[in-house]
């Protein structure tokens, strides 16, 4: 597919509403949303509006088959090009179970940094052998549930995680497959990984040969992969290509110097939500011949893992919310969302395109919102939004709703939504209601909440 923007423009565009060109047209960027003959917004056939007002309280809704057809477009991209290649979801990005079982029923493997999300892919039904486990700082509890479940991989980088591991490993009588993540040497402007972060360990001035020295002398361990990720919100094929080709140059410096081979290449995640790429004129196919083409450089034939998460679940959800106020501050007109901070992550590279339920009349005005919620904090769920000056701006449909939602609710200043999830024709079904809202809060503060 042809690039359709450079890189500046395109992470702009993301930033920002839709055009309003876009907005009836919807279905041309997400199949699953269609305004009908009346202007009314529907979801998989579901009119949202009726959804919303029935409902009478902020929602969002998974897409199991969304979910799905994502796995398939970026597994299949990559696997075109590489043999033997996984691909492994970012249990961090979503822990819906519903979404985390299409996954794994579609044929991924699960990405896990965390004890805790060992447990959930294995409750989820991950075979442990289809199983990488990632992180930094590992407990030694953390090690004895990767080892004792005999997790495909795990990924360390540094010599205390090497040493905890190979503990645990003499513990339960077994030797670990590992892999050793490094930041490679490339021009990390814009890249999200720099040299001397917390996670990886440097190239340059020679730490990750000397670990990597470490862990073939540790018999508790086989070193198996090379692990690096670099980037994140990835729209950009140079900067994917850069990242890459720092990729290839470690593992041949590292053939060269040690004498070994790694029989997995693992690149991590980091691509854009789909829809946004889609928006660009890009898709996965994209990132994944730049891969072929920079990994090829190895010189020897490998199994290339990757690890998406937004990419997974971002677009397959929908938030559903009224708006409550609207407000003009100087040259800025404000709309005020029931749902935002307390669910919908709030970060300066993430926005949730907004959409009307319902369109107005062909002649009616149309004006430029900022949407946020009613937070004592500048947090806005969109900026710059095209939306109607009209009453059927009150009633709103927000994208790209999906990754980090659920795994980052807090507790605080509003209710949360209820979380409802549908695969394909299937019935829509409640996932999380406010019974469960409810014993939240009784647990953790000792509050009675109603409805």
């Known amino acids: 597919m042809a690039i359709a923007h450079d890189s500046s423009r395109v992470r702009a565009r993301d930033l920002i509403g839709l055009e309003r060109h876009e907005i009836p047209a919807v279905h041309d960027l997400l199949d699953y949303l269609r305004y009908d003959d009346r202007g009314r917004l529907r979801v998989h056939g579901h009119d949202a509006h009726d959804l919303l007002t029935g409902a009478g309280a902020p929602l969002i809704w998974y897409l199991g088959d969304r979910v799905r057809a994502n796995y398939r477009a970026v597994d299949g991209a990559y696997r075109a090009h590489f043999t033997g290649h996984r691909t492994f979801a970012a249990v961090k990005a979503c822990y819906v179970k519903e979404c985390l079982t299409v996954l794994r029923e579609a044929g991924a493997g699960a990405e896990v940094m965390s004890a805790l999300e060992l447990q959930i892919a294995l409750q989820t039904g991950f075979d442990p052998a289809d199983v990488v486990s990632n992180g930094v700082g590992r407990s030694p509890e953390y090690a004895d549930a990767t080892v004792a479940a005999g997790v495909g991989l795990t990924v360390l980088d540094c010599p205390e995680d090497l040493a905890t591991l190979a503990a645990a490993c003499r513990r339960h009588g077994v030797r670990a497959r590992v892999g050793?993540?490094?930041?490679?040497?490339?021009?990390?402007?814009?890249?999200?990984?720099?040299?001397?972060?917390?996670?990886?360990?440097?190239?340059?001035?020679?730490?990750?040969?000397?670990?990597?020295?470490?862990?073939?002398?540790?018999?508790?361990v086989e070193v198996v992969a090379l692990h690096a990720h670099q980037v994140t919100h990835c729209s950009q094929p140079a900067k994917y290509r850069a990242t890459l080709a720092g990729v290839a140059d470690v593992a041949r410096a590292v053939e060269r110097e040690l004498g070994l081979r790694f029989e997995v290449v693992d690149i991590g995640g980091g691509l854009e939500t789909r829809f946004l790429l889609r928006r660009s004129g890009l898709g996965p196919e994209d990132f994944a011949a730049v891969a072929a083409e920079e990994l090829g450089r190895i010189g020897y034939p490998f199994v290339l893992h990757i690890e998406p998460g937004r990419f997974l679940t971002a677009d397959a959800a929908v938030g559903l919310t009224r708006v409550t106020a609207e407000k003009?501050?100087?040259?800025?007109?404000?709309?005020?969302?029931?749902?935002?901070?307390?669910?919908?992550?709030?970060?300066?590279?993430?926005?949730?395109?907004?959409?009307?339920?319902?369109?107005?009349?062909?002649?009616?005005?149309?004006?430029?919102?900022?949407?946020?919620?009613?937070?004592?904090?500048?947090?806005?769920?969109?900026?710059?939004?095209?939306?109607?000056?009209?009453?059927?701006?009150?009633?709103?449909?927000?994208l790209n709703c999906g990754a980090y939602s659920t795994v980052f609710t807090q507790l605080w200043a509003f209710r949360l939504p209820?979380?409802?999830?549908?695969?394909?024709?299937?019935?829509?079904?409640?996932?999380?209601?406010?019974?469960?809202?409810?014993?939240?809060?009784?647990?953790?503060?000792?509050?009675?909440?109603?409805?």
């Open 180 to 220: 050793l993540r490094v930041t490679p040497p490339v021009d990390h402007e814009g890249i999200y990984i720099t040299p001397s972060s917390k996670l990886g360990v440097d190239w340059e001035g020679g730490e990750f040969l000397r670990l990597a020295k470490a862990a073939l002398d540790t018999p508790e």
């Open 418 to 451: 209820r979380y409802l999830f549908s695969d394909g024709d299937g019935p829509v079904r409640t996932v999380f209601d406010d019974e469960a809202q409810r014993t939240m809060y009784r647990a953790l503060y000792g509050y009675e909440i109603r409805p």
């Open 328 to 398: 003009r501050n100087g040259e800025h007109r404000y709309l005020i969302t029931e749902i935002g901070s307390n669910v919908l992550i709030d970060m300066a590279e993430v926005t949730y395109h907004p959409l009307p339920t319902v369109l107005p009349a062909p002649d009616a005005p149309w004006a430029t919102y900022d949407v946020g919620d009613s937070t004592c904090a500048p947090a806005l769920v969109c900026r710059t939004a095209a939306l109607p000056d009209t009453p059927d701006n009150r009633l709103l449909l927000l």
